[in-house]
């Protein structure tokens, strides 16, 4: 299995432009997840999928961020316009969830990371 | 919210020095999962707990969950270079919050 594949791998862009990060999940898993991370406020969850249903997206920072899934197999989050505060690595994180209750037993598995740079 | 809050955050080992690193949460969990990030990496699951009192081992890696199931602890028995890296608890509700981590440098 390849894993979850992110691209692209780094990123540097200016201010004000559109970025578009990506990630394909592990084949059957069930569950998307988008990170962020800097050193200033370690992992931080940005939004999180399940069966390509936008489930919980209280940690997207502002309006300027967006995920979308239009299928199992592609996730994208996008960010327009981008701000140097953006600079960071982006995760993204896939699972198989089974539980029937409200509380998560999967093991998630991190793709390689974006890191952006905005200038 | 909730929080994660791990302790130390930073931790400097001599390399065959033993390492713990602990995590505590506000609220009560159903279970805890533990995850190291190498540097310049991703991070990568290593364990869950979910019993109250639960203890496991992997090699020189002992996690244990307490028994009021709201704090858990990583313990590594002589440390080698290979274990340095940041490691990560994360809390399992109906999503998971990553605590703040704790990196572990191991000098030789």
């Known amino acids: 299995d390849a894993g979850v594949i992110q691209s692209p791998r780094h990123e540097v862009t200016e201010m004000g432009q559109e970025v578009t990060l990506r990630c394909k999940p592990i084949s059957g898993h069930n569950s998307l997840f988008w990170y962020r991370q800097t050193m200033m406020r370690g992992l931080e969850l940005l939004i999180y999928?399940?069966?390509?249903?936008?489930?919980?997206d209280s940690g997207m920072p502002e309006d300027r961020f967006s995920a979308k899934m239009p299928n199992a197999s592609f996730s994208t989050l996008k960010i327009q316009p981008s701000e140097p505060r953006d600079s960071a690595v982006y995760f993204c994180?896939?699972?198989?969830?089974?539980?029937?209750?409200?509380?998560?037993?999967?093991?998630?598995?991190f793709g390689p990371g974006t890191r952006l740079t905005v200038l | 919210g909730q929080q994660v809050m791990q302790i130390p955050q930073y931790q400097h080992v001599q390399e065959g020095e033993d390492f713990t690193t602990y995590c505590n949460s506000s609220t009560t969990l159903s279970n805890i999962q533990w995850y190291k990030q190498r540097p310049g990496g991703h991070p990568v699951f290593l364990i869950q707990l979910v019993k109250s009192g639960e203890v496991k081992k992997q090699k020189r890696l002992t996690f244990q969950f307490g028994e009021a199931k709201k704090n858990s602890s990583l313990h590594i028995t002589a440390t080698q270079t290979t274990d340095v890296g940041t490691y990560f608890c994360a809390a399992g509700t109906y999503k998971y919050i990553f605590g703040t981590g704790t990196r572990l440098k191991v000098l030789a």
């Open positions: 994180a896939s699972s198989s969830e089974t539980s029937t209750t409200r509380e998560r037993t999967d093991t998630q598995y």
């Open positions: 999928f399940n069966n390509n249903v936008p489930i919980d």
